[in-house]
């Protein structure tokens, strides 16, 4: 089973809920409007992607670190354990 990442639930649930989040003063500055539910939404599904396409990077380049010198630079652990936050393992 795959679970939705929070980005894109938060997401799907600012554009669907009229009434179950506050985008006022006490929370992102915006006020409860559509343009503002819409605009939020488009920016974690943005973010959302950019992480993703950075954490593919991230991962070919330890990969290609690891294949090409036979050995695990200090700072590959560094990235797994980044990779790893980023994915929500443990």
């Known amino acids: 089973m795959t679970t939705q990442p929070e980005a894109l ?3 799907d649930k600012l554009e669907s809920d009229q009434q179950g989040i506050d985008l006022g003063a ?3 500055g915006w ?8 605009q939020a939404a488009f920016e974690f599904r ?4 950019i992480n993703q396409d950075l954490l593919e990077v991230l991962q070919t380049i ?8 036979g050995y695990h630079p200090a700072w590959t652990d ?13």
């Open 31 to 38: 006020g409860p409007s559509e343009t503002a539910r819409t």
């Open 78 to 90: 560094q990235a797994r354990a980044a990779i790893a936050k980023a994915r929500g393992e443990k």
């Open 9 to 11: 639930r938060l997401a």
């Open 62 to 69: 330890v990969s290609t670190e690891r294949d090409r010198h």
């Open 26 to 28: 006490e929370g992102m």
């Open 46 to 49: 943005r973010l959302y992607g």
